[in-house]
């Protein structure tokens, strides 16, 4: 198994730009979802999704958007990128939501954006 | 606003020496999760804990989850530099989404 893949690894954009950020798992995962991370700010949730075609937001999702197609795929979609979107994105999946042992976080490797 | 406090922010270690870092809910958690990102790296899942005043070991980790399952707390024994990286908790509560802290950052001495 590959785990969560993202793509691309870094990405530099200029204001006022778009892009999607690719997010995939092949561990077959309920749920996924959308992080950045900022210094001194932890971790925060984007956006998430508890299956295939079902998607809701979370802590910052203004500025963001996203679809979930396959359960395999959560694409991150920046409408119109701003200086405040420079940072780590990081997309996660687990098992299902909320039910412990099987809600453990899998991390991809991460996405380093740049607004200019 | 965070509902999920990590204290502290940064600590500095001496190779050798223990230290504790701290994870504080305002409301009763259903469930609390840490992880470890090293320098440069992803989040990586260490343990969970579920159970009140559940306390959990993975060698020179122990972990615990208070009486009324609002904090919890990481405790390093004898740290290495292989421990250099930032800890984060990640708390479910409530509101049904997991919150992850701000993290501490680890800074080890040889």
């Known amino acids: 198994n590959a785990g969560v893949t993202q793509t691309p690894k870094f990405q530099v954009l200029k204001t006022g730009q778009s892009m999607t950020l690719q997010c995939a798992q092949d561990?077959?995962?309920?749920?996924m979802s959308w992080y950045r991370q900022d210094p001194g700010m932890g971790l925060r949730l984007i956006h998430y999704s508890v299956g295939a075609g079902i998607t809701d937001q979370g802590e910052v999702p203004n500025g963001y958007n996203v679809s979930r197609s396959t359960t395999e795929d959560f694409p991150l979609r920046l409408l119109s990128a701003a200086p405040s979107q420079t940072s780590v994105y990081f997309c996660a999946s687990s098992y299902n939501r909320g039910r412990p042992p099987t809600d453990t976080q899998y991390f991809g490797p991460g996405t380093r954006l740049t607004v200019l | 606003g965070q509902q999920v406090m990590q204290i502290p922010q940064y600590q500095h270690v001496q190779e050798g020496e223990d230290f504790t870092t701290y994870c504080n809910s305002s409301t009763t958690l259903s469930n609390i999760q840490w992880y470890k990102q090293r320098p440069g790296g992803h989040p990586v899942f260490l343990i969970q804990l579920v159970k009140s005043g559940e306390v959990k070991k993975q060698k020179r980790l122990t972990f615990q989850f208070g009486e009324a399952k609002k904090n919890s707390s990481l405790h390093i024994t004898a740290t290495q530099t292989t421990d250099v990286g930032t800890y984060f908790c990640?708390?479910?509560?409530?509101?049904?989404?997991?919150?992850f802290g701000a993290g501490t950052q680890v800074v080890v001495t040889p």
């Open positions: 561990m077959n995962h309920e749920y």
């Open positions: 990640a708390g479910r509560g409530s509101w049904g989404k997991l919150q």
